[in-house]
């Protein structure tokens, strides 16, 4: 289960380090898509909710929480919304272990 939750971090630097170094133009042709990418970690976050939230809702939290963000990132990069990537980015640089 800390697989997971690990792998939800991972794909969110991802995000992170992708978002802050391409134009949105690039990102916007990745395939799959960032969007797509993003609710597949919505679903891996689902999961890690599941097995941890009575012992580590923390991480359960932090979990949709990474996830709910690489979403809205998706969603700016493919509408390429370029103001609310960049708020997002911010937002996402400043959560711990990224």
């Not at 991972?10 to 134009?23: D, G, P, T």
């Not at 949709?64 to 708020?87: P, Q, T, W």
């Amino acid at each position: 289960m800390q697989d997971l939750y690990y792998k939800i971090l991972q794909v969110a630097n991802n995000f992170l380090r992708n978002a802050k170094m391409f134009e949105i133009s690039v990102l916007r042709d990745h395939n799959p898509t960032y969007e797509e990418l993003a609710k597949i970690m919505q679903q891996v976050a689902t999961l890690v909710h599941e097995l941890a939230d009575d012992f580590d809702p923390i991480m359960a939290y932090n979990a949709f929480e990474y996830a709910s963000m690489m979403g809205k990132m998706g969603v700016a990069i493919r509408d390429e919304n370029e103001a609310e990537l960049r708020a997002l980015v911010d937002e996402l640089d400043k959560k711990p272990f990224l």
